[in-house]
């Protein structure tokens, strides 16, 4: 499905995709499990397919939208394959970051208001059903955008 909306250009998201692609194929292995199998198991067979689904999107999430993954491909394409830790920091990053905002701003969740970026009403009630998602799962402040310290990115790392 993916392929075929790349090939359609089609404006949906991917994760979209994925997740019709998903749900279509659940109910057609259903419905073929069901007309080939005489006692047809139904929770075994949807652990099976839970299971090859979420190895799916696991592998998929970390491809897409990966910042260390796309940090090494740029690493991988450079001939002497290196690049100064302050260059990805101070050039690489922003501009994936950069890419995150262009999304959000697309999907209608935040604009651009001069040099700033503003939540949407509808950026912030995605942000609140995050946010309870996050505390119903004890996911804490990961740390990992904290933006808030005074510490320069490049001190941080150097400091690991």
Avoid at 26 to 55: C, E, K, N
Avoid at 86 to 105: A, W, Y
Avoid at 110 to 120: D, H, N, P, Q, R
């Amino acid at each position: 499905m993916q392929f075929i909306a790349r090939l359609a250009a089609l404006p949906i998201p991917p994760v979209i995709v994925l997740a019709i692609a998903a749900i279509i194929s659940h109910l057609a292995s259903v419905a073929l499990g069901v007309m080939t199998v005489q006692q047809f198991r139904y929770w075994d067979a949807a652990s099976i397919f839970s299971f090859g689904a979420m190895s799916y999107i696991f592998a998929f999430g970390a491809v897409y939208k990966s910042v260390s993954l796309e940090i090494l491909l740029d690493l991988a394409k450079r001939p002497n394959r290196e690049v100064l830790l302050s260059d990805i920091v101070e050039h690489q990053v922003p501009n994936l970051f950069r890419g995150r905002t262009d999304i959000l701003v697309e999907a209608g969740f935040a604009e651009c208001v001069g040099s700033s970026f503003v939540a949407t009403a509808a950026g912030r009630k995605l942000a609140a059903r995050i946010a309870r998602l996050r505390r119903a799962f004890a996911i804490g402040d990961t740390g990992l955008y904290d933006f808030s310290d005074s510490t320069s990115p490049l001190k941080k790392t150097q400091d690991l």
